[in-house]
């Protein structure tokens, strides 16, 4: 046999694992809306890029009727190639065979793929689309082949390079702590859902009859539970926002953001920055108008946007290099902080001094929502979170001051005392410990309780009060809370600057093995 029938032999193999599915499965994929796997590779990867490793792997045997069935290559496409132009890892797990269901050597080839991306610092992406554990394996398999493993390795890997979950199908049980260990998570409408424990099982316990959209579908995590970072409409738009959510991030920790220039000017000035914010600061507006006016473009990259709608976490770029930005959203409950925003705000905060991102903070919020329930679902366990994260970031942090900063709500969007490099104030800015009613309110009730007609003292307090302690935004200024009083329009500028000032900033800080943030 000569060698070029060696390699007609590979190829013909090569060709029959690529090919395994049966028809019946490949069209039952598709009918559910559902890309296969190795659709999912090539259209994630650039062309002719992505190297398969692990083609070839056989399962273990297991004595059951399972081994009579050739399953080569055990249920998952692993490998490398470059997406954008740079080197990433993943795996994509096939329902087509097996259901996708994860037996040891399933489990080893995953594994592989983590380890070799923490390696090589490079991202690595998880393609999830699984009927579970493979029963027959599973009760006699080597714990290290097991997603327990995948815990420890997505832990080790956190903070060192991305990890990106994609949620295309099922994952259920103890598996679905492997996607909640990425940095992101992306659900796919319709197809795609997470939970522990089963309609099935939760019947049987609690006598409760629900689905498993109610318990683990896309709008259920995305919205209420948090789990989800982000929903897409089809695997394609999956597969395309996990592109470009990787455009924004540095492959390690080591390294800054790729730098990608959109053509905007970075002197540009916005006329419409004068008209968005009201001037009254009872009436709401939209925090992403002024976001798209300010950065490159106007274009961002949102996460849980569905999540916390008070609470503004998303990428852009200024002047090309990549920012993350959290802002209030006075749409949203007036823009207060409540326990979900926070626990929103800090996972973001944290990410991005992983990864050497620069922070901005856009203000406007009365302080932390009050309530009985928010304090009994510990508020201040979860405001903790925010300040335990912004204090312990040591990259360029700059805040503007848009509106209200009331109270607690100043420290939680990055204060000079929190580490602020930059403190920018909009004329419209009001800051204080709280609005100007309401300290008069308090500082001058016996005055104001005793007087025979309450309402003429409370007047001339509060104007005198206005005039001096609540006069917004000079008072703040004279106070040094605010570095300078900018327009509006300057503020795109005035940032870039900034990021340039402080591209090389080092903060030290204590040796420490972690901290202890108050989970």
Known sequence: MSMRDMLAELKKERERIINLASPKALERQHSRGKMTA?????????????????????????????????????????????????????????????????????????????????????????????????????????????????????TVSSGVIPQIGLLMGPCAAGAAYSPILTDFLIMVKGTSHMYIASPTLIKSVQFVEVTEEEIGGPKMHAEVSGCCDLLAENDEDCLQKCKDLLSYLPSHNQEDSPIVSLGDDPNRRDED???????????????????????????????????AKNMVTLFARLDGRTVGIVANNPKHKAGAIDIN????????????????????????????????????????????????AISEATVPKFTVYIRKAYGGGNPAMCSEPLGADLLLGWPTMEMGLMNPDGAVGIIYRNEIAAAKNPAEVRARRLAEYKSTFGRFPYHAAQMRWVEEIIDPRD?????????????AKKDERPWKKHGNIPL
């Open 38 to 154: 190795r659709e999912r590779i090539n259209f994630f990867y650039d062309p002719e890029t992505f190297v398969e490793l692990g083609l070839f792997a056989k399962p273990r045997i297991t004595g059951f009727d399972i081994d009579q069935q050739d399953i080569t290559g055990d249920g998952v496409i692993t490998g490398s190639g470059m997406v954008g132009g740079r080197p990433v890892y993943a795996y994509a797990q096939d329902f087509t065979v097996a259901g996708g269901s994860q037996g040891s050597v399933h489990g080893k080839k995953a594994l592989r793929v983590m380890k070799q991306a923490l390696k090589a610092r490079v991202p690595c992406v998880h393609m999830i689309d699984s009927g579970g554990v493979r029963v027959q394996d599973a009760v006699s398999r080597d714990l290290a082949d097991s997603y327990q493993l995948f815990f420890y390795y997505h």
């Open 491 to 503: 503020t795109r500028r005035l940032l870039i600057q900034a990021l340039k000032t402080f591209q």
């Open 273 to 307: 920055l004068l008209e968005i914010v009201p001037v009254d600061s009872k009436k709401w507006f939209d925090m992403h108008r002024v976001i798209e006016r300010i950065v490159d473009k106007g274009r961002y990259f949102e996460i849980k946007p569905d999540y």
């Open 341 to 388: 925003a926070a626990d929103k705000e800090a996972r973001f905060i944290r990410f991005c001094d992983c990864f050497n991102i620069p922070l901005l903070f856009l203000v406007d919020n009365p302080a932390y929502l009050p309530g009985v329930d928010q304090e009994r679902g510990g508020i201040i366990r979860h405001g903790a979170k925010v300040l335990h």
